[in-house]
């Protein structure tokens, strides 16, 4: 009898201790879900899915709603699915989304982020953690809508089309899941909680994965929402400076000094693409400004020898 | 001996051709748009760029995690150098989004019925 009593009280004390763990301050309780709209995204498709299967299945039902119609959790699965962990990383959800040209964002691990996107019609693909923390349980579920009334969080998660879970209960599991969450848009339709820098990191990335097409909507995309920011303009140069469009390429590299007119690095492209059209003169006048601007940098400070030494 | 060594470097050589990541140095004249934005993001920071080392490497390490050595090759290529970064630390440690099961407290709240009750 004694044995047995100190058994559950041992047991008693590893559920305690496991649950104590999470000290990090709750974002509902200062959350204001009286100001919440309430939104359900009911046309958001649902792809019952079979056990470890909720990486392709969560990722299927954000790229046919951003209009990948193709999309299915069976030619998602090569692509996403880590047999020997039996379950999908985060990188390789980013992966398959670029690979299906779009442009995943991993939005702000915040829960007026997370609403502000579901307002705006864009499914959230989150990772939650039904377990513990010492003893994680891994999921991806697409969050689609809140009840303000309930405080209930709607999912479509694993078997369940229409999940509802209360805020506080959803708050713990995604922050188990240290609030990772992505959108994942048609490249003309910026996340709404997007921030430049990041986002244009995210556009960035394509690019640097020759998906030059899908890169170019999103940066165009972002010059009409930032305008003054000078990166877009950049990155379009420089997709055409790949493509050997070097006279467009000068053409946004310009658009881009008139926007940063400190940024060494339009410069030296700049020069570049000038010196691609037998512009010499130009083109040395333009390495001179990026060496002017960072005479200490490794490429920029030799700008002018670089294009010189050019053939 | 010889066998191995065209087998090495065919192997690395496929996976130089057909990494857009790698494609993309051969415009080695300009600055990259990754480059500079990973400049901005990390402030006065060096933009800290993977080695073809450690894409291999990621590869090498799917591939012992039961991908399909071609489409590892296509997964590598759509991550960034941050993200090769994080895996190169560590598939195993990461969290790996996966269906619903029987969580542990489930278990340990049935051990302590059985504990009360049955016993």
Not at chain 1, 61 to 76: H, K, R, W, Y
């Amino acid at each position: 009898m004694t044995a047995r009593i100190i058994l559950i009280l041992v047991v008693l004390l590893g559920l305690n201790h496991l649950t104590g763990c999470a000290t990090a301050p709750m974002q509902y309780r200062s959350l204001n879900t009286a100001e919440l709209q309430a939104v359900e995204l009911v046309d958001t498709p649902f792809f019952p899915q079979e056990a470890y299967q909720c990486g392709p299945a969560a990722l299927a039902t954000v790229l046919v709603t951003s209009g990948v119609g193709e999309a299915t959790p069976e030619n998602l699965k090569p692509q996403v699915y880590l047999p020997e962990r039996e379950g999908s990383l985060q990188p390789e959800l980013l992966g398959a989304a670029r690979r299906a040209d779009r442009i995943p964002y991993i939005i702000q691990p915040q829960l007026s982020a997370l609403f502000a996107e579901v307002e705006a019609g864009h499914p959230v693909l989150v990772l939650q953690n039904l377990g513990i923390p010492r003893w994680p349980r891994w999921h991806y579920a697409v969050v689609i809508g809140f009840d303000p009334v309930r405080e209930q969080v709607i999912l479509r998660s694993g078997t369940t089309k229409r999940e509802m879970m209360s805020l506080r209960r959803f708050e713990q599991t995604w922050q188990f899941g240290s609030y990772w969450g992505i959108v994942v848009t048609e490249p003309e339709a910026i996340p709404v909680t997007a921030e430049p820098v990041r986002y244009l990191a995210a556009v960035s990335a394509l690019e640097q994965q020759q998906r030059f097409a899908a890169a170019i909507r999103g940066y165009e995309a972002a010059q009409r929402r930032w305008p003054s920011e000078y990166t877009p303009a950049f990155g379009l140069g420089n997709i055409a400076y790949q493509q050997g469009r070097y006279a467009d390429a000068e053409m946004h590299y310009y658009h881009a000094t008139e926007l940063a007119s400190e940024e060494p690095a339009v410069f030296f492209n700049l020069a570049w693409a000038l010196l691609r059209q037998g512009k010499r003169d130009e083109a040395i006048l333009s390495a001179e400004m990026a060496q002017m601007l960072a005479p200490e940098h490794s490429r920029y400070g030799v700008a002018v020898a670089l294009i010189e030494n050019a053939e | 001996m010889n066998k191995s060594i065209v087998l090495g470097t065919s192997l690395i050589l496929s996976s130089v051709i057909l990494n857009p990541a790698v494609m993309s140095t051969a415009n080695a004249d300009i600055v990259a748009t990754h480059e500079v934005v990973a400049e901005q993001q990390s402030g006065l920071n060096r933009a800290q760029l993977t080695e073809q080392l450690q894409r291999e490497d990621v590869r090498e390490q799917l591939v012992r995690f039961g991908v399909d050595p071609e489409e590892a090759i296509a997964r590598v290529a759509s991550m960034t150098d941050q993200e090769v970064m994080e895996l190169t630390a560590g598939i195993e440690q990461m969290p790996a989004g996966a269906g619903v099961s029987v969580s542990v407290s489930v278990i340990l709240i049935a051990i302590l019925i059985w504990l009360i009750f049955f016993r």
